[in-house]
């Protein structure tokens, strides 16, 4: 027990108070005249954002999605160029209102109702084979014929593409059972639409429009490499699938020559079986091969409480290395605040096999040996603040494990991982959460820049491309900085 | 970004499993062989309390209460030699149904309703003098005596005694703001029952009783001093409330005698001004020069969001050392989650003016050189889930920040704060939810241990009564140990 006496000196005060706070994210970047200026700005409006009697990262986002959108703080966020997305799922990319609008309303599309009230969509030049536990396919375009007013029927198919609601969320997604279980059929609901060919084009396409507008330069995104299927019913391999990222990520590009590119990480259900992944790794080596460019490397998706452990799948991820063929890791670990199962060993199993990235990372202080690997190797956590707190992690964004890491500035990315799913688009309102919620009063414009080369400096580009990219994104920067200092 | 690939050798993995399996809290206790026993039987009965579909941890106490009571770990933790509860408040250690039952019913209570619904009461042989913003005193023998069924009345009581409600709390509370408005009021109705001298003797040994009941044998306890005050209203001064604790201790040993003892933390109000927090230090000094055995420092209360910053009194609390007059600090700090305030530096303030413990700390790893001092000086942080769940600083206690702190074996000691406030008694539901929710299906019997351990090496006994203590601690704990290995 401490039983001197002391008296503080205020200077000495001060300093520890610089001292700690030059530790957190960006707490070291040195501001410019301009950045200062732009910086004094930032401060103000949190500070006006703080004293309102609602605060936003402690609410639900669905509830606090509209006060968001009306904040000065956000506005900026919008303009700011924000570097890379590097946690992102193929499916939930676009805003579903695009979809009902665009997709639905073209022809041969058929929808079934399961028996578990959730909806199924194919595009087919004939009646398709009927569906298990679905009832019979209705075209669309005939349904709505018949319809006096379609408006409740859009709302509805829109209901079933994403977990946003205007409802009481904790009413609607009670548990993180109630809440995963409704994800994963709002998944396969979303399947049917996007994995037909004309669409899936437009849709990564739209999908890459949105991250572009909301100032985003690159985008790393997890995909499935699931069958694209035509309207005759025939399929392509999953080769077809990426070739047709690659595609469209070119075509993108050149029509907007300051977006720097597309990477896609393979990724496989953690449900399955010890052979499929075994097989699955060993198509992720060989698309690596063929794709150089586009391919980043493998990770598994699904519910890390209900999957299988990594360490189950140890012979199907010790293959790359046993055959000498390089394949970078990012594993999904962590997302969980279950502590001490065996799910609860995939932050340190993930650095065990050297992954390049932790997906998540939620439980990550509870696992000091972890953490502190992580931080040594700079495996940087990709932290989605908003999926967090869709998926039922944790209520109060404040209190979010990312706000402790940052404040030493742990290796960090924030990303936006399913923004169609929690009603979200790009990466701003994620960048919001971090800013507002984790950093609290004291995080700057130097959080925010640090934040951005992070996303460049953790991304699976090469060196030379980091340096491009990092130039690209400079010009950028300093542009919106002149643009918004006062 | 980590490129070379790894197969993790399993036995080394086992070996890093292992290594941060020990750092945790009691996580290098070495076990006997009935401990082990006793161990292997908690481990069983986790496992089984974690498969269950609600998981007591993961629900607002007022509602997990039932089913804790019903845990056989909670069993366990009741019988178990638990130590010194060092983080607790005057007026609400005793069940609310003792007042009621006991105190409202003695001749000569008078109560009065609130123009804010509270209640207020008062002992007095005459009418009292009416109060301002109340409705005219009644005397609740003569309002009783009208009713034809008081269970009502008796309820209604209670209820304005404690926070605890069988109603849904997030509706009753909604906000911090509306808890803590709620917490204050009810204390203020606990005054008047409790400072009447008759009562507040009774009351105190009343409060003993509950503690040692739950096998905690040493209390700390934060007080006011306030003054007690006699049926004609006369009043006595804060050495005359010292002494009435310091004989009700004694009187409470000498009928205990494996009681170890009480020492008593005299606390204001932090919305005092500077003078009169002046006259508090000063106060404070003579009372520890007078009653040295008793008297173990000083602190501050109430709300910290909405009271000054510790930094506001830096000269009063500069005044001991000013003077050469030992008087430990025992500063409540950190209890928030509004980062980067004024209030926000009160853990490091703490820190500076060389406090013996922390009370809460619960922001502390959003503040790493904080966190990094109170490690280095073993200054202990007081955690009180049961207290942060309440009163709305984290919803989910498995994502408590002591899980993260207790993972690296930071210096936590776990008391209840205001139990009766929370409809909980001693420090049994308090551990339980450290033990079972920070951590997990990881921690084990000797973390249970350490706490206990930790209860009296960051107390404010000397180091030879902390050696006798420890001693009386370790008989009933193998006294425990080998009643409940099987
Ligand atoms: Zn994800
Ligand atoms: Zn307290």
């Known amino acids: 027990l401490t039983s001197c006496l002391s008296i503080p000196d205020p200077r000495q005060r001060d300093a520890l108070i610089h001292l700690e706070a030059s530790m957190q994210t960006g707490g070291q970047v040195v501001l410019s005249d301009a950045e200062q200026r732009l910086d004094a700005l930032l401060f103000k409006m949190k500070q006006e954002e703080t004293a309102k009697e609602d605060f936003p990262p402690a609410m639900h986002f669905?509830?606090?999605?509209?006060?968001?959108?009306?904040?000065?703080?956000?506005?900026?966020?919008?303009?700011?160029?924000?570097?890379?997305?590097?946690?992102?799922?193929?499916?939930?990319?676009?805003?579903?209102?695009?979809?009902?609008?665009?997709?639905?309303?073209?022809?041969?599309?058929?929808?079934?109702?399961?028996?578990?009230?959730?909806?199924?969509?194919?595009?087919?030049?004939?009646?398709?084979?009927?569906?298990?536990?679905?009832?019979?396919?209705?075209?669309?375009?005939?349904?709505?014929?018949?319809?006096?007013?379609?408006?409740?029927?859009?709302?509805?198919?829109?209901?079933?593409?994403?977990?946003?609601?205007?409802?009481?969320?904790?009413?609607?997604?009670?548990?993180?059972?109630?809440?995963?279980?409704?994800?994963?059929?709002?998944?396969?609901?979303?399947?049917?639409?996007?994995?037909?060919?004309?669409?899936?084009?437009e849709y990564f396409y739209q999908g890459l429009s949105e991250f572009y507008m909301d100032n985003v330069m690159y985008v790393e995104l997890r995909v499935l490499l699931a069958e694209i299927y035509e309207l005759d019913g025939s399929t392509h391999d999953s080769a077809f699938t990426l070739r047709t990222y690659q595609d469209i990520s070119r075509q993108f590009k050149a029509n907007h020559p300051d977006f720097f590119g597309v990477r896609v990480i393979f990724s496989i259900h953690r449900g399955v079986n010890a052979s499929v992944m075994t097989g699955a790794v060993e198509e992720a080596m060989k698309l690596q091969k063929d794709f150089p460019d586009i391919m980043a490397g493998f990770?598994?998706?699904?519910?890390?409480?209900?999957?299988?452990?990594?360490?189950?799948?140890?012979?199907?991820?010790?293959?790359?290395?046993?055959?000498?063929?390089?394949?970078?890791?990012?594993?999904?670990?962590?997302?969980?605040?279950?502590?001490?199962?065996?799910?609860?060993?995939?932050?340190?199993?993930?650095?065990?096999?050297n992954t390049s990235r932790i997906g998540h990372g939620f439980a990550l202080p509870r696992h000091p040996l972890a953490r502190d690997l992580s931080r040594r190797r700079g495996v940087a956590l990709e932290v989605c603040p908003i999926s967090n707190q869709v998926m039922k992690l944790v209520k109060d964004l404040r209190n979010h494990p990312a706000a402790g890491l940052m404040s030493e500035d742990h290796p960090v990315v924030i990303s936006s991982d399913d923004p169609a799913m929690f009603g979200a688009s790009g990466l701003s309102y994620d960048f919001y959460e971090a800013f507002v919620g984790f950093g609290g009063i004291r995080s700057h414009l130097g959080s925010l820049k640090q934040l951005a080369i992070n996303s460049i400096r953790y991304s699976s580009l090469t060196p030379q491309q980091q340096e491009e990219a990092l130039a690209q994104w400079q010009t950028k920067w300093n542009k919106f900085v002149s643009e918004n200092a006062f």
């Open 62 to 201: 669905f509830k606090a999605r509209d006060l968001i959108k009306g904040s000065p703080i956000f506005s900026l966020l919008q303009k700011m160029p924000k570097g890379g997305a590097l946690h992102l799922h193929d499916l939930a990319i676009v805003d579903v209102e695009w979809l009902v609008k665009n997709v639905t309303y073209r022809p041969y599309c058929y929808m079934c109702i399961t028996d578990n009230r959730s909806i199924r969509f194919i595009f087919s030049s004939q009646l398709p084979k009927p569906l298990q536990r679905c009832s019979p396919w209705i075209q669309l375009e005939h349904l709505r014929a018949k319809m006096v007013n379609v408006t409740e029927l859009d709302n509805s198919i829109r209901n079933n593409l994403t977990l946003y609601t205007d409802q009481d969320p904790e009413a609607v997604y009670p548990s993180q059972d109630v809440v995963w279980e409704a994800f994963e059929q709002k998944f396969l609901a979303l399947w049917g639409l996007v994995m037909y060919a004309p669409v899936f084009r």
């Open 299 to 353: 990770d598994m998706v699904g519910r890390e409480d209900s999957g299988k452990p990594l360490w189950d799948f140890r012979e199907a991820l010790s293959l790359p290395a046993e055959r000498g063929v390089p394949m970078p890791f990012f594993f999904h670990a962590g997302e969980t605040n279950l502590q001490g199962t065996e799910v609860d060993q995939n932050l340190l199993d993930a650095l065990l096999f």
